[in-house]
Every structure is written in C-alpha cells, then in structure tokens.
C-alpha cells in the first residue's frame, strides 16, 4: 500500500470493538497495536474502575489526554482510544495529529449486548443513559476521518473493510498528486 498512514486511531463507543478490530487491524498491516485503556491501567497500576472510584472521571481524563500526546509519538501502529477519549477536543486534536482515524459505528442494540455488566466500565453501570451518552458523542465521532459500519461482522471482517477504506483514501490522495 503506498503512503500508509503511520497511525490508525479507532475509535467509537463502548463496545464497538476497538480492541479486538485493533489487534487484528494491527496484525494485518504489520503494524503494533496500543490500547489506550490498558496503557493507563500498567502506567498507573491500577484499574479503569479503580481511578474512576478513587480520582472520579476528571482525574481519569487528564491521564487519557497524557496517553494520547504519548501515543501521538508512535509509527506505525494501531491505537483503541477509549469510548470517550474522541469526545474531548484537546484529546482529539493529539489522537488525529498524523493518523488516520477511523470511526467504528455500530447500533446501540448491539453496542448493549457488548458491554459486560461487571463494573470494568464505570460509565456503563447506568445502562438507562447509555443510548443519550451515545447520541452526545455521535457529533465526535462523526469527526474521524472515516466511518465502518461496525454491528455486523467478525473483528476481522471489519479490519477487512477499514483496510479496503484506507487504501480508497491512499489511491485518491495519490491520483490527485499526478
Ligand atoms: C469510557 C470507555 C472505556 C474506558 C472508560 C470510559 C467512556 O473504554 O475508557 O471506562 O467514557 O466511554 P472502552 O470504549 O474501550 O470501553
């Protein structure tokens, strides 16, 4: 593929996927893969559920926006933001600086049926305002780069399709080189 991006960021809402279409994303292009959640869970030490109990979700966001100017050093890589990492703009600005980002979109339905009821998602505990939190977030999410549609299909038929967008996006940008 020539002119790959040196950084793909997906992001999108609690279980859409990103972690599992990362790894395989990451695999296929040759690439590492980075997820952001985890980074801050080994850097602290401590869970995602632990900092939002202890710090509250301020604190939490503050470590996601250090995480993202981290990452925004890294090539050739594949990055799962968190669910709400997009929805800040100064963590935005870092995770789109010289990535591609990419929108995994999925239907709520779906997105419910993802998120495991075991308290490892903080701000998925009150199940009534996920469907309001998802349509808060959209206008974010609708700011990557591209979007794929994310309800149907295994992680590694999605990374099928964000590779098929990359490339269009590749072979666009170099014809209108010529
Ligand atoms: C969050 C999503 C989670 C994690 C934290 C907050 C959110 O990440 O960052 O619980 O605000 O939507 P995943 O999208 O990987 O579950």
Known sequence: ???RPSRVVLVGFMGSGKSAVGRVL???LGYRFEDMDRRIEERTGRTI???FRDEGEEAFRKLEREEALALSR???CVVASGGGAFARPETRALLQNG???VWLRCDIGRLLSRIPPDGSRP???NRAIMQALLAEREPSYRMADVAVDASAGSPREVAERIVGLIEGRT???TSARR
């Open 1 to 3: 593929m020539p002119d």
């Open 26 to 28: 990451a695999r296929r």
């Open 49 to 51: 559920a632990e900092i």
């Open 74 to 76: 890294l090539t050739e």
């Open 99 to 101: 990535a591609i980002t």
């Open 123 to 125: 701000l998925a505990r």
């Open 171 to 173: 072979r666009k940008r």
